[in-house]
């Protein structure tokens, strides 16, 4: 489904609205809110001093996100979302995603996934999709709706470290090639030659220069050979076409929960700016936190 499309866990949400206009699926004075915290944000590049000033382009899609999280609270018993929250509640439990040191999945990390990467349905709606839907509907700010299509297909990517100019890092995706100049508000520069695996995004609007990587990056501590290996192993069971496979893989995995098992079990240590990784999805005795390596440590141990 593309971000135009509207789908039918959407329709049924938005036809819910209009038959009981008196209980609104989206509050118009937050919608007007929305709208002129926004253009604020756009016209000056810089934020008010709530969202956050040295960042503009972050705080520009922090504000769209915690927006939309606000709206999702607000409908969350709603029966046609009843799938998606019981499947985020799971997710939660079963992760307690608060970062380190209680839990490598960051909640950043964890919301990105609830809102913008879990689909349901034939149209794979997510719930960044059917509010993106709404939103379209009930006229929202064009540039408002822009930084939201820009969530909704947001994917994480493996970047490889190329060094520092004027302050930014320099950032090229595996597979894509593309070359990003980022700033990262969780505070880390890194080194030249890691690999990140990080959710990236383009500069908000044209008048900002600087892509975000959104969240506090994971520092794969494996070499880049190894993981092209795994990716010209894993792709082809995907897609035919690399890039078609690889955004696939990168936006939904191999299942449900295939990045956060994967972040969960190749967990190895943590600094408040990254969290660093060890192993490859595909090879279990290469994670520190996979049973088969905590049974391979036994046997050497014992040996």
Request: aromatic share 10%.
């Amino acid at each position: 489904m593309t971000t135009h499309e509207i789908g039918p866990i959407a329709k049924k949400l938005i036809a819910a609205g209009r038959k009981h206009q008196r209980q609104q699926v989206v509050n118009l004075a937050a919608v007007r809110n929305a709208r002129d915290q926004m253009r604020q944000i756009i016209d000056r590049a810089k934020p008010e001093e709530d969202i956050g000033t040295e960042y503009p382009g972050f705080a520009a899609y922090m504000y769209v996100t915690n927006w939309v999280l606000g709206l999702v609270e607000a409908v969350q018993d709603a029966r046609e979302l009843g799938r998606f929250m019981e499947r985020i509640a799971q997710a939660e439990d079963a992760y307690m995603p608060e970062g380190p040191p209680m839990s490598p999945i960051t909640r950043s990390m964890f919301w990105a996934w609830s809102l913008w990467d879990l689909t349901f349905g034939l149209k794979r709606e997510s719930l960044g999709s059917i509010v993106l839907a709404i939103s379209r509907v009930q006229g929202l700010d064009p540039t408002f709706l822009r930084i939201l299509e820009t969530l909704v297909e947001s994917r994480l990517g493996l970047h490889v470290h190329e060094g520092m100019t004027d302050e930014r890092i320099v950032l090229r995706e595996m597979i894509t090639g593309e070359v990003r100049r980022c700033v990262c508000p969780a505070g880390y520069d890194g080194r030249p030659g890691e690999l990140w695996l990080a959710r990236v995004l383009p500069p908000p609007v044209p008048a900002m220069d600087d892509a975000v990587v959104f969240a506090t990056p994971y520092v794969i501590e494996a070499g880049r050979a190894a993981w092209q290996a795994y990716l010209d192993r894993t792709l082809p069971k995907v897609a035919t076409d690399p890039r078609t496979a690889y955004e696939r893989l990168m936006k939904r995995g191999l299942g449900e929960r295939f990045w956060f098992e994967y972040v969960f079990e190749a967990y190895a240590r943590h600094q408040p700016e990254a969290v660093f990784l060890m192993g490859l999805p595909d090879v279990p005795e290469s994670r520190p936190h996979s049973p088969h390596y905590v049974e391979r440590a036994l046997e050497a141990s014992s040996d």
